[in-house]
């Protein structure tokens, strides 16, 4: 079996839980449940105003990580400045990916659900569902890059609009 290294992260530390977006560390503590005893990171997500314990033991299984490097903020943003990749497909199908693509965490996959959703002024009015789908995209990307550029959500919301208005 491949042994894997775990992350261990600190109090006061930004992470990423994929399901939910960026959180803080506030801390990490032993509990007990059904008589086992565990380690738990407690994360506060702001956002969403919710306390999530992870045990540390589970931190792999359920997607934990760092917050991305600057380098791969790049990387988002020359997604975010091609064209966007509609696929012929049945909304709901898209729909599902698009969801899947969401909850993985991952900046660069959140970066193409954007990049694909986003509309201009002068283009055709979106359903209700692709809204949705589009400012918890925008949402999660957003908060992310705040947490990397030390800047606020606001600032990372209108520097990826600004990006996908000028592409």
């Known amino acids: 079996?491949?042994?894997?290294?775990?992350?261990?992260?600190?109090?006061?530390?930004?992470v990423v839980y994929p399901k939910h977006g960026v959180g803080?560390?506030?801390?990490?503590?032993?509990?007990?449940?059904?008589?086992?005893?565990?380690?738990?990171?407690?994360?506060?997500?702001?956002?969403?105003?919710?306390?999530?314990?992870?045990?540390v033991d589970k931190q792999e299984?359920?997607?934990?990580?760092?917050?991305?490097?600057?380098?791969?903020?790049?990387?988002?943003?020359?997604?975010?400045?091609?064209?966007?990749?509609?696929?012929?497909?049945m909304w709901s199908r898209r729909a599902q990916e698009y969801d899947s693509k969401i909850h993985s965490g991952d900046p660069i996959k959140i970066g193409e659900v954007v990049r694909d959703l986003f509309r201009k002024k002068n283009q055709p009015e979106q359903s209700y569902s692709e809204r949705q789908m589009f400012q918890v995209a925008l949402e999660r990307l957003a908060r992310e890059?705040?947490?990397?550029?030390k800047t606020d959500y606001f600032?990372?919301?209108?520097?990826?609009?600004?990006?996908?208005?000028?592409?």
């Open 24 to 55: 803080e560390i506030k801390s990490i503590s032993n509990i007990e449940i059904s008589n086992i005893k565990t380690k738990c990171y407690f994360i506060h997500m702001e956002q969403a105003k919710l306390l999530i314990k992870v045990p």
């Open 155 to 167: 600032n990372a919301t209108e520097k990826i609009e600004t990006i996908l208005y000028n592409r």
């Open 1 to 14: 079996m491949k042994k894997t290294k775990k992350n261990d992260f600190k109090i006061g530390e930004l």
């Open 145 to 149: 890059i705040a947490a990397i550029e």
């Open 61 to 89: 299984e359920v997607g934990l990580r760092k917050i991305v490097s600057k380098k791969k903020v790049s990387e988002v943003f020359n997604i975010l400045e091609q064209k966007p990749k509609i696929r012929k497909v």
